[in-house]
Each structure stands twice: as C-alpha cells, then as structure tokens.
C-alpha cells in the first residue's frame, strides 16, 4: 500500500478540524471588488510581450532577460510602486553578480583509450580542471529504493559512476520501480553521497542519439554560479556519453554490455558491478568570464503594520535559444510573472481608492531560477527587508496549464508547503480558497517533502522556507511543453490563469490586512 495515499485524506480531514478556528478578518466585498480588477485581456496583454520571440526566451544574463526586466520594471513604476534597492541607479533593480563558466575542451583517459569532448562526450557542472584518478564503475541506473538497488552509498564514495538514464524493465516492458526518481533526482542524491562524478548513458545507441539533441544545446551555455558562491566551483561534473564510447572506456565488448544490460534487468536483477572498475582521469580546459543579472523589485509600504513584509515572487527568466529555437516560457515562469503584475496592480488600484494594506508587501520577480534558485538565494543572503521581518512568501510558478493528469478533473491549482512551517498560513490559506476561490480545486498531491518529484525544493519559496519563512507554492504541475520550444502564450488557458491569480491575491489581501501574522509552529528546515 501507497503511504502517500494515506496520508492526504488525513490531512483533509485534520485541515477541516482545525479550519474552524481560522475566520477571514477582511472585508468579503472589498477583496472581491479589487480581485475582480484582475483579468484575462491584461494577463494575456502582458503575457503576448514577455513570451514573444523578441525577448529571446529570456535567458539568465542575456539580452531577453534584460528587456524582460525593463518591462517588469516599467510595470512597478507605472503603478506607483517604489523601487526599495539603495544605492544603486535603478532602484527596482537588485544587481546580481554571476561566473559563466563552460568546458572548452576536455579528456577522459583510462588505460583503455583517450576520449574527447566534444566528439566522444560532452559535459555540464562545475569541477576543477584536472580531477585525481579515481575508479570508475557502472552503477547500472543508479537507483536506491526499496524495489530495487543498484548501488549503495559505501559503494559509491569516491569514484566515478556510469548510470542508464531511464528504468529497469521487465520482461514485459513494464517498468520494475513505480515512481522512480528522475535521472537528476538520482544523480543529485549520488552527488550527496560522494560520488566523484557521473557519466550519463542510454541503453541503446538510438536512444542516446536522440535524447543528446536536447542535452547538447543546454550544454553549449555556460553554466552559471553565483560569484559569491566559490565552494561550488569543485561540485560533481556530469557528462553523456554514447554507449559505445562507455564500453571502450571501461574496456568491455559492445554487445557484452548490451547483452548484459538486457538480461540481467529483464529478470529484475540489477546490472550494476556486471564489470570490473576501470581507474580513469579526467582533464579540461575552461572559459570563465563574469555576467551579471537582476532581480526585478516593487515595494507597496503599508499602514499600521509597515514593518511586517509580505512578500510575492516569481521568476521571470527562462531557458533562452536551445538548438536554434527559441524557449518562449510562456507557463514556466511567464504566468507566474504575469501574475505578479496583475497582483500588483490590483494592490495598486486598492491603495489608490484609500484601501491599502496595513502590512508592506514586496512584489519580486526573480532571476536565476532556471539556473539553480540563485535570484531568491541571493536575496535571502542579501535581503533589502530583514528577513525576520518577512513574514510569508507566495511564490508563483507556472499557473496557466493544466496537468495532463487531471485534464478531465475540475479546474485546480496545486498547493505546496502551506503546511510546512505554520499550521496558520495553511488555515489561513483554506479559509481563503473556500471563500474566493470556491471554483477551484485546492491539490495536494505534491505537498510533501517526500515526493518523488521534489517540487517542494524546485522554485524560489525554498530559498525563504529554508530561514523558517512560511511559504505557499502556486503550481499547475508539468506538461508536454515543459522546457520545450513550445511552451507558447497561445497554449495559456487564461480563465484559469486568472482565477489562480485571484486566489494569489485574495490570499496576499489577508495576510497583509489580518491582525496577527501567521505563527511558525513546524519544525525549520
């Protein structure tokens, strides 16, 4: 039995126990009034320009994130929203410094032959240019679960390791592990055990041909870490290698390791150790040169509770031109930063009519994410507002799509880590959806630290939930198009969009209205 399905029909019911105690303190007609300013025809507006092709995909440091950056700042400006960064000559700006840095030539050596990159391999990840020797062993798919173990974290401490993307199967074609973790998920857990780096494969040759496109164009980028950030420039490298070039290394047979492959999974065995290590060296040379971004920042201050934050954010870059086409981004994140406009304007509208908040609230839109969260863990190093004073973060990312797994479902939003960190921001969080969002689904599906998934770690909430901020993550779920070059403003179901972002709203009104923040009573990560 799935635990996991035990343990959300529990939190429903403990939820509707304790939603009692949790009453909206807000004006109904007034959060209604301005919610209703929030629209399609603007969201779609807005949404047009920051995922049309002239901003390039919006890549982090390039020049369609600057435009997009210009155009969110524009936004703030235009609704009367301060711009909170000192000292700097635009002040909506929070510059952030990064290191680009990108392979431009690498070997991997073993007794067995000499490859290069980029002909024989190419790689990602920032590692030293010339690593010490160590074992390299085939770590069949590199799983760890109960269904089924290739390799264990004493094993793995310290050397090099081959992995099959994909999933053992069957003899059926039926995959042996339901719910396998993704291949990143796989390698970022052997990374935390010790590994010194891995080496990607495909169980065919067909399959590594065609699966290499896409990794090819994100590898031609250089890859970007924060400047401040000098411990990461040692972590584990990556590379993809064809099968072939993977059974020379190692100095076995190429139908001996398909052969084996084959067999051995078919029956539910792992293949991991089929083959003796090999001890290898790898070597590159590296480009480095600085690049530099910016989150993107409006400050609405408040009344009676100024000193207390909210803060509402989304990440308005995305992955840029990949193989010659452009990555528009238009749910990931484009809905989400259209959100965050549409939020901000209706605030905007209400302090205008004498109706503004009585807590500050901080509109931001981040950069970075697509790299690795780096815009919010920026500004949680450096933050412009005491993060003591923060007193939640909403975070929205990709609102404007539907799951294929819920496509025949009711209109729904995801919700993650309302409950994380404080058992009030999530009856807060009900009792709003039950009384402005009453057409909407509230899911939980992905609200644990335990998914498979990891969504909870995936977008810029994170980076506040880490210093014990509590966090609501507004999320559709993924889709065909996710980081894909058709990720475009026309796939956008927009009345969806918008009652998502109403839903955003009413929630913000709240918190920033109600007479007590919510308390944190979870334990911090």
Do not use: C
């Amino acid at each position: 039995m799935n635990p996991i399905k035990l343990i959300f029909p529990l939190f429903g019911l403990v939820t509707l126990a304790h939603s009692q105690n949790i009453s909206i303190e807000s004006s109904v007609k007034e959060v209604e009034e301005f919610m209703s300013t929030i629209n399609q025809e603007d969201l779609k507006q807005h949404l047009f320009t920051l995922a049309s092709d002239d901003y390039e995909g919006r890549e982090t440091t390039e020049r369609g994130q600057k435009m997009a950056a210009d155009y969110i700042a524009n936004h703030f400006y235009q609704l009367g929203l301060t711009g909170p960064v000192p000292n700097q000559p635009n002040p909506y700006f929070q510059p952030i410094e990064f290191k680009a840095r990108k392979i431009k030539s690498a070997s991997i050596r073993s007794a067995n032959t000499s490859l290069q990159a980029p002909q024989d391999f190419f790689g990602m990840g920032y590692f030293n240019a010339e690593l010490a020797e160590n074992p390299l062993i085939f770590a069949g798919y590199g799983l760890q679960t109960d269904q089924f173990t290739d390799v264990t974290p004493e094993e793995i401490k310290g050397k090099g390791l081959v992995v099959i993307d994909g999933v053992p199967r069957d003899k059926n074609g039926n995959p042996i592990v339901e719910k396998a973790p993704s291949l990143w998920q796989r390698i970022r857990k052997l990374g935390d055990q010790g590994a010194a780096f891995v080496i990607v494969t495909y169980p065919t040759i067909e399959e590594f041909d065609s699966k290499s496109q896409l990794w090819r164009g994100f590898v031609s980028k250089p890859n970007l870490m924060l400047a401040s950030e000098e411990s990461r420039s040692g972590s584990m490298p990556i590379f993809m290698m064809n099968p072939e070039k993977v059974a020379l290394l190692m100095g076995i047979e190429t139908k001996n390791f398909f052969k084996t492959l084959e067999k051995k999974t078919k029956k539910g065995i792992s293949p991991a150790n089929s083959f003796a290590p090999v001890p290898v060296k790898i070597s590159a040379e590296l480009e480095e040169r600085k690049a530099f971004s910016e989150n993107v920042l409006g400050f609405m201050e408040g009344g009676d509770l100024k000193d207390e934050i909210l803060v509402i954010t989304s990440h308005y870059d995305h992955v840029g031109i990949i193989n010659g086409e452009i990555h528009n981004g238009a749910d990931d994140d484009g809905s989400g930063t259209v959100g965050v406009l549409e939020i901000a304007e209706a605030f905007a509208k209400a302090k205008a009519a004498g109706s503004g908040p009585r807590r500050s609230i901080l509109f931001m839109t981040v950069t970075g994410e697509e790299k690795g969260l780096f815009g919010s863990a920026y500004y949680a190093d450096h933050p412009i507002f005491p993060l003591e004073s923060t007193i939640t973060n909403l975070n929205i990312d990709m609102i404007g799509r539907i799951d294929p797994e819920r496509e025949a479902k009711d209109p729904y939003v995801y919700i993650i880590g309302s409950n994380m960190l404080s058992t009030d921001l999530h009856q807060i969080h009900e009792k709003v959806s039950s009384t402005f969002a009453k057409g909407l689904t509230m899911d939980y599906k992905y609200n644990s630290k335990d998914d498979p998934q990891r969504f909870y770690y995936r977008s810029d909430h994170y980076n506040f939930a880490k210093n014990n901020i509590p966090v609501i993550f507004y999320f559709n779920g993924t889709h065909e198009d996710y980081h894909q070059p058709t990720d475009t403003p026309d796939k956008i179901q927009y009345e969806l969009l918008e009652s998502r972002a109403k839903l955003v709203f009413a929630t913000a009104w709240e918190l920033a209205n109600r007479n007590q923040k919510p308390v944190v009573d979870k334990a911090p990560e």
